[in-house]
């Protein structure tokens, strides 16, 4: 079981986007261990973006994910990270396939409504960012059984 760290970026909460979101993880069988709405600040930002600090991208990407709150979660499940990766489509809505989430809700790169981490690698570290260890919850949930034997 692989844990990934998600978070619907200030786009996705302003248009109304969490529900039907969160929906497609929970649909797919990913499990929700963490979630929190919180306002990203300065600090915060540049820690998550860190990798792309220097490029034309990083400023302006810094000041999206602070312009609004964001809902910062940890969903759980088989082959997560990869997984998570698939279900939200190319960085650039305009490459993602249209059946995935950037792809169905997303019109250009700067507003693409979701991060996910790249590897388990970057969400261990993600995840430490915003939450405390004691604010994930592991819980059996009705239906596990029926996920994979
Ligand atoms: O988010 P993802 O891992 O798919 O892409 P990334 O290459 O790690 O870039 C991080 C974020 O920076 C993207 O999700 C976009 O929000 C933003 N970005 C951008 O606005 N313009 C670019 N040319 C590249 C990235
Ligand atoms: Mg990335």
């Given at each position: 079981m692989e844990r990934t760290f998600i978070m619907l970026k200030p786009d996705a909460v302003q248009r109304g986007?969490?529900?039907?979101?969160?929906a497609r993880f929970e649909k797919k069988g990913l499990k929700l261990v963490g979630m929190k709405l919180i306002q990203v600040d300065r600090a915060l930002a540049e820690a998550h973006y860190a990798e792309h600090r220097g490029k034309g991208f990083f400023e302006p990407t810094v000041n999206y994910i602070m312009s609004s709150p964001v809902v910062a979660m940890v969903w759980q499940g088989k082959?997560?990270?990869a997984l998570a990766r698939e279900?939200?489509?190319a960085t650039n809505?305009?490459?993602?396939n249209p059946g995935s989430i950037r792809?169905?809700?997303g019109m250009d790169i700067s507003r693409n409504i979701i991060h996910g981490s790249d590897?388990?690698?970057s969400a261990e570290r993600e995840i430490a960012l915003y939450f405390k260890p004691e604010d994930l919850v592991d819980y059996q949930k009705v239906g596990d059984e029926?996920?994979?034997e």
């Open positions: 986007l969490v529900g039907e979101v969160i082959n997560g990270v279900l939200m489509g809505p305009a490459n993602a792809g169905m809700y590897s388990v690698t029926w996920l994979s």
